[in-house]
């Protein structure tokens, strides 16, 4: 699966952006897609993610920000981020978690996007 992320730029404190990223590849194997960001000098945190059946994980803080939408035929996933704030400055990160049967197995891949970068000015 390979991951094209866009949609990052400069925005005020208050604005909104959409962060759009698309799969293609072996997308029938997507399990679950999201976002996670990564701020200087800190570990890549989870934003949200959500799975085919549409059930959604997102980090406690953001939920009344953010949202998560999929697009399963598309092989797509957003997220909408408003009332951004400084501290949502980072590096944003599209993810995707793959698995399929192999051998009598269950093989599974995790897969990342470039990064996308979101600067929010105070």
């Known amino acids: 699966v390979q991951l094209q992320a866009s949609g990052g730029g400069l925005v005020q404190a208050g604005g909104s952006l959409r962060l759009p990223c698309a799969a293609s590849?072996?997308?029938?194997?997507?399990?679950?897609m999201g976002w996670y960001r990564q701020a200087p000098g800190k570990q890549r945190d989870l934003v949200a993610i959500?799975?085919?059946?549409?059930?959604?994980k997102f980090e406690d803080s953001l939920k009344s920000r953010f949202t998560i939408s999929r697009d399963n035929a598309k092989s797509t996933v957003n997220l909408q981020m408003n009332g951004l704030k400084p501290e949502d400055t980072a590096v944003y990160y599209c993810?995707?978690?793959?698995?399929?049967?192999?051998?009598?197995?269950?093989?599974?891949?995790?897969?990342w996007g470039q990064g996308t970068q979101v600067t929010v000015s105070s």
């Open positions: 993810h995707a978690r793959s698995s399929w049967p192999e051998r009598g197995q269950t093989r599974y891949l995790e897969e």
């Open positions: 959500m799975s085919n059946d549409g059930s959604t």
């Open positions: 590849g072996n997308t029938h194997r997507i399990n679950v």
